[in-house]
């Protein structure tokens, strides 16, 4: 399994920007399936982004469309989720998380087999 560890968090205005990093190490970065997950207090950890090994293909969640934009890069063993437009509601503790080497990219969280442990991200208005 890889380590993962996500940085970027912090605290921003209503309508301001984060970009959130996550660095791994293992086996072969490109390989691997990436996601972004967030779960607030009192709430379920829920879906955010996700991105094919290689980056051929992206998901997103309804409620971040359009303003949360994800990538990688493999020569550096990172993956970014850049967020614009931040709103109340995006505040969470923010997770990334690598499926198994080959595997498609999905929206659940069971599907992922590694996390990092989390990074705060607190929009205030």
């Known amino acids: 399994q890889v380590q993962l560890v996500e940085s970027g968090g912090g605290l921003v205005q209503a309508g301001g920007s984060l970009r959130l990093s996550c660095l791994g190490s293992g086996r072969t970065f490109s390989g691997y399936p990436m996601g972004w997950f967030r779960q607030a207090p009192g709430k379920e950890r829920e879906f955010v982004a996700a991105?094919?090994?290689?980056?051929?293909?992206?998901i997103y969640a309804d409620s971040v469309k359009d303003r949360f934009t994800m990538s990688r890069d493999n020569a550096v063993n990172t993956v970014y989720l850049q967020m614009n437009n931040l709103k109340s509601e995006d505040t969470a503790l923010y997770y990334c998380?690598?499926?198994?080497?080959?595997?498609?990219?999905?929206?659940?969280?069971?599907?992922?087999?590694?996390w990092g442990q989390g990074t705060q991200v607190t929009v205030s208005s």
């Open positions: 991105m094919n090994y290689w980056g051929g293909s992206r």
């Open positions: 998380a690598a499926g198994p080497l080959y595997t498609s990219a999905s929206m659940t969280r069971d599907a992922y087999d590694s």
